[in-house]
């Protein structure tokens, strides 16, 4: 910003200069104006044709004065689109190597391939929850927004191994697909499970028959957002009380959210009925389901149900009382 002030500056009073430059001949040596202005131009760009007409006495003391004051500003304004140049590009180069080590420094973060309406959302989400993530998008427009937003980004095709090692897939805890095609989902699917077989891979399907090809591919999850669109205004007509009450619960008016906590490999709640537990007395929270470590889920476990190390709580509660269970297992 400073150089392009510097610049225009200088254009401005440049252009006074051959304004000056041009009337002072036609005043001095009483020439046209074209002759003025040629020999303006020739004599502040240092060309050195030589002189239109002989000049007269005031007129060489005029073109003295004219070299001494209207190089100077050449010289300037040359100097300063220089400098905005190269800084620029330095900038750019500096900006980018920091950019790339910020990257690699990374561990256990999540690779968003897409930056597209459904790619936006998740990044937000995301970095809502402190989850850090590195954007992918083979789009340049959208850089400007993506360093406005302050997200680690890669400019690419995420079907190629060098975007997505660029991105940092080998330190990476998961991959979301969303870009527009299925097709290009398909292939990146498949480029990041041939490059890291236990990485979390979730996918987005907009074609029907499109979910079975994912899950070939290695996706470990396939999500239609237009199916689950319309399920959901389905179930505005058919459950309207359940869908407010879910939007209440999930929104940001109310302190509750729905949270899944791993049990640890320790902890004074290891092997205890969820009624000796005393997480419902002590942190006012819901135990929706119990995921046990061989995959099976346990859908409103009954009191007397145990909590085996592995398993994994659905809880609803406050933040606040789930941050405390987190600690709690994880102890």
């Given at each position: 910003?400073?150089?392009?002030k510097?610049?225009?500056?200088?254009?401005v009073?440049?252009?006074?200069?051959?304004?000056?430059?041009?009337?002072?001949?036609?005043?001095?040596?009483?020439?046209?104006?074209?002759?003025?202005?040629?020999?303006?131009?020739?004599t502040?760009?240092?060309?050195?044709?030589?002189?239109?007409?002989?000049?007269?006495?005031?007129?060489?003391?005029?073109?003295?004065?004219?070299i001494?004051?209207?190089?100077?500003?050449?010289?300037?304004?040359?100097?300063?689109?220089?400098?905005?140049?190269?800084?620029?590009?330095?900038?750019?180069?500096?900006?980018?190597?920091?950019?790339?080590?910020?990257i690699?420094?990374?561990?256990?973060?999540?690779?968003?391939?897409?930056?597209?309406?459904?790619?936006?959302?998740?990044?937000?989400?995301?970095?809502?929850?402190?989850?850090?993530?590195?954007?992918?998008?083979?789009?340049?427009?959208?850089?400007?927004?993506?360093?406005?937003?302050?997200?680690?980004?890669?400019?690419?095709?995420?079907t190629?191994?060098?975007?997505?090692?660029?991105?940092?897939?080998?330190q990476?805890?998961?991959?979301?697909?969303?870009?527009?095609?299925?097709?290009?989902?398909?292939y990146?699917?498949?480029?990041?499970?041939?490059?890291?077989?236990?990485?979390?891979?979730?996918?987005?399907?907009?074609?029907?028959g499109?979910?079975?090809?994912?899950?070939?591919?290695?996706?470990n999850v396939?999500?239609?957002?237009?199916?689950?669109?319309?399920?959901?205004?389905?179930?505005?007509?058919?459950?309207?009380?359940?869908?407010?009450?879910?939007?209440?619960?999930?929104?940001e008016?109310?302190?509750?959210?729905?949270?899944?906590?791993?049990?640890?490999?320790?902890?004074d709640?290891?092997?205890?009925?969820?009624k000796?537990?005393?997480?419902?007395?002590?942190?006012?929270?819901?135990?929706?389901?119990?995921?046990?470590?061989?995959?099976?889920?346990?859908?409103n476990?009954?009191?007397?149900t145990?909590?085996?190390?592995?398993?994994?709580?659905?809880?609803?509660?406050?933040?606040?009382?789930?941050?405390?269970?987190?600690?709690?297992?994880?102890a």
């Amino acid at each position: 910003m400073v150089n392009l002030k510097r610049i225009i500056i200088g254009v401005v009073w440049l252009l006074a200069t051959f304004g000056i430059g041009t009337l002072g001949y036609m005043v001095v040596e009483g020439w046209s104006l074209f002759d003025g202005l040629y020999m303006t131009v020739i004599t502040l760009t240092t060309v050195g044709y030589g002189e239109v007409r002989p000049l007269s006495q005031p007129g060489r003391t005029f073109t003295i004065l004219l070299i001494f004051l209207g190089v100077g500003f050449m010289f300037y304004v040359a100097t300063a689109i220089a400098q905005a140049v190269v800084e620029g590009q330095l900038q750019d180069v500096f900006g980018r190597r920091r950019l790339e080590k910020k990257i690699r420094n990374l561990k256990d973060h999540f690779i968003i391939c897409g930056f597209g309406r459904i790619g936006e959302v998740i990044a937000r989400e995301l970095s809502h929850n402190n989850i850090p993530i590195v954007m992918v998008d083979n789009r340049p427009q959208h850089t400007p927004f993506l360093e406005r937003s302050g997200y680690l980004h890669v400019i690419g095709n995420a079907t190629q191994e060098e975007v997505l090692l660029a991105a940092g897939i080998e330190q990476a805890r998961g991959l979301i697909s969303v870009v527009s095609s299925d097709a290009d989902n398909v292939y990146i699917v498949l480029t990041a499970r041939s490059m890291k077989p236990d990485l979390n891979i979730v996918a987005r399907a907009g074609e029907t028959g499109s979910q079975q090809k994912l899950r070939r591919a290695g996706a470990n999850v396939v999500i239609s957002p237009y199916e689950l669109g319309g399920q959901r205004m389905a179930q505005t007509i058919l459950r309207p009380t359940v869908v407010d009450f879910m939007d209440v619960a999930f929104g940001e008016a109310i302190d509750l959210s729905l949270e899944e906590i791993p049990v640890g490999s320790s902890g004074d709640i290891i092997g205890q009925p969820l009624k000796e537990s005393g997480l419902r007395q002590r942190l006012d929270l819901i135990i929706v389901a119990i995921k046990r470590l061989d995959g099976s889920m346990l859908f409103n476990p009954q009191s007397d149900t145990r909590i085996l190390q592995g398993d994994t709580l659905i809880a609803l509660g406050s933040k606040a009382n789930l941050d405390k269970l987190m600690r709690i297992l994880a102890a």
